[in-house]
């Protein structure tokens, strides 16, 4: 069965943005949170980058609002019944998808494909909890989802080629690029940025440099786009915390360990440019 409707869990960035590209793309889409009002927010998010591209003359103002014809909100996980592709995008949580992939396992028919967003977590051990692993995958998108090209696609052990292809395919219709990787922790993108990352907040930790100094090292030196605490703060710091983490458990190398520093900013609520405070300070508006 080809695919038609997707179910975008999780309204966050990552989830409202995966939304938007599917909805442009011609696919109905639900965008799936606990309450309505984090799918407001995701919509409000979704409408505001529309609307931009409206402004910038990059889109028709009969697409904006055909894209937002197309995407409906959704706070009842039942809701999945009716759709050919699940991509979850909540929180970075074993406990929380786990729970997430069961329950769609029971909601949703046998042909759905069930895809995680994760940015590290095992997919072998999401498809686990379900009893279709042959029909689980990561699809890991890039923040912001809007602009950037890659999905990273994501094999569990026991996911089959057709739904491979599917995927392939269903990313490509997106106007991205699909890599395959195998399911590794951190898989291939979080293997080697969130190291660099960790390392950046070491620095900054040991009293190397000042934040600011660190971030222009790494753009004016390397032509990164974002200084790497910048881009941290961006991603969000609990994110990159769990990420560390799933690379220190999964791997068992300490030169994974997660910066203290890094832990600290978490504990104080400090998430980065979502919590309007990180390394920086932000509008939150
Ligand atoms: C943690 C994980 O698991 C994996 C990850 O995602 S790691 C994070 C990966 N992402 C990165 O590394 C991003 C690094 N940063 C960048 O590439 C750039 O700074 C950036 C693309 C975010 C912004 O680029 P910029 O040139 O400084 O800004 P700007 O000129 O304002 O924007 C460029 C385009 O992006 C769009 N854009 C910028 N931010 C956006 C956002 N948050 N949402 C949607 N669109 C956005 C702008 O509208 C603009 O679009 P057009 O070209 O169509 O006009
Ligand atoms: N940030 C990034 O750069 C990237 C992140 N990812 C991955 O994408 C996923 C989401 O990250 P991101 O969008 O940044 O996170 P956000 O914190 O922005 O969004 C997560 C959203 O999921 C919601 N949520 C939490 N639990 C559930 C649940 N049980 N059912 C439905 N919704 C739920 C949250 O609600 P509430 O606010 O109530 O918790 C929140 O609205 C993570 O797995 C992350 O690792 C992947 C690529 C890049």
């Known amino acids: 069965m080809s695919i038609h409707k997707v179910m975008v869990i999780g309204a966050g960035q990552m989830g409202s943005g995966i939304a938007q590209v599917c909805a442009m793309s011609g ?32 889109m028709a103002a009969r697409d904006k609002e055909a894209t937002l014809s197309r995407l409906t909100s959704s706070t009842d996980l039942k809701n999945a019944a009716g759709v050919d ?21 029971e909601i ?9 967003n994760t940015s590290s977590l095992p997919i072998t051990e999401i498809a686990a909890a379900t009893r279709r692993p ?13 602009v950037m090209k890659l999905v990273e696609i994501i094999r569990g052990l026991a996911t089959t080629d057709e739904v491979y292809k599917k995927v392939e395919k269903m990313a490509e219709s997106l106007n991205k690029v699909p890599v395959e990787v195998n399911d590794f922790p951190g ?37 990164h786009p974002m200084g790497p605490l910048t881009l941290a703060d961006f991603i969000g710091l609990d994110t990159c915390l769990y990420i560390m983490e799933t ?17 600290k900013y978490v504990k104080a ?17």
């Open 27 to 58: 696919y109905e889409v639900l965008l799936h949170d606990l309450k309505e009002e984090y799918v407001e927010k995701g919509l409000g998010t979704i409408i505001k980058n529309l609307s931009r591209q409206v402004e910038k003359g990059k």
């Open 85 to 105: 592709l699940v991509i979850e995008a909540a929180i970075e949580n074993m406990e929380i998808k786990t729970k997430l992939f069961a329950e769609l396992d």
């Open 108 to 116: 949703t028919p046998k042909h759905v494909i069930l895809a995680s």
């Open 134 to 146: 042959e029909k689980v995958i990561g699809m890991h998108f890039m923040n912001p989802v809007p």
């Open 187 to 223: 898989f291939v993108s979080n293997r080697i940025l969130m190291p660099m990352i960790n390392e950046a907040i070491y620095t900054l930790y040991e009293g190397v440099a000042t934040k600011e100094a660190i971030d222009d090292v790494m753009k004016l030196g390397m032509n």
């Open 247 to 263: 690379l220190h458990q999964g791997l068992g190398d300490d030169k994974y360990r997660p910066c203290p520093l890094l832990r």
């Open 269 to 285: 609520g400090w998430l980065g440019k979502k919590s309007g405070r990180g390394f920086y300070e932000y509008n939150k508006s």
